[in-house]
């Protein structure tokens, strides 16, 4: 029997008054897979992310994280989203603090610990991403490759329980990609579940357990990468894919 999914997203429907964005997804991510969303701009893989945590309201279906439904009116929002990390294609580094302080400053100020086991669990995140040597340095000091790598640690140091990134590399030069993909390789590697919202069609055929193609608001088609690129079912997703592994 498959494990229970961490993240369930169930009938899921988003409209912007009169456009419907979103036409009913479900998507379970399980324990430990990476999940790769691709499709076209403005399918609505962005508004499904948000809608994940809450940062944009679902119009109707359910969402359950880890078991709690996110949906419910009961629910503790804010205890929620420290249960999903997210990185975004802007980095949103605080320009005047170090880029430790930038890692440990949730890990204070939401999950309350004290100064030095932030400081412990902040310098243990880092490390996971390479760049322990960068702690005392600024945001301004670093390269966008690096900044992002920050914006992972300071994700995986709150300890979620399922992260999610959004076009994570789109804001960087080509040679700073490769950093990024491979830290998001070896979390996967070390256990973490991931939906990854991605244009790096390499990276999602490599790299995930399961692709998901959306188009217009839905689901067109999901299956393991072999599937998705090699030998899609849909004629749109053959489209799609095409262009871009035509190098478009
Ligand atoms: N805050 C908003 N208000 C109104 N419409 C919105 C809002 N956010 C997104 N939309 C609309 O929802 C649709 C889906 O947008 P979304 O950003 O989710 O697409 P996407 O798949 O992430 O695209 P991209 O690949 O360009 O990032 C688009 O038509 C967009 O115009
Ligand atoms: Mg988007």
Known sequence: ????????????????????????????????????????????????????????????????????DIMHPGTNLNQVRQRIGMVFQQFNLYPHLSVLSNVTLALRKVQGHSSEEARRRGLRALEQVGLSEKAGEYPAQLSGGQQQRVGIARAIALEPKVMLFDEPTSALDPELVGSVLAVMRDLRAAGMTMLVVTHEMAFARAAADHVVFMDS????????????????????????????????
């Open 217 to 248: 608001g839905l689901i067109v088609e999901e299956g393991p990468p072999s599937q998705v690129f090699d030998a899609p079912r849909q004629e749109r997703t053959q489209t799609f894919v095409s262009r871009y592994t035509q190098g478009a």
């Open 1 to 68: 029997m498959l494990p229970a999914p961490i993240l369930d997203i169930v009938g899921l429907r988003k409209a912007y008054k009169d456009n419907l964005v979103l036409r009913g997804i479900d998507l379970q991510v399980r324990p430990g897979q990476l999940v790769c969303v691709i499709g076209p701009s403005g399918s609505g893989k962005s508004t499904m992310l948000r809608c994940c945590n809450r940062l944009e309201e679902p119009s109707a279906g359910r969402i359950v994280v880890d078991g709690i």
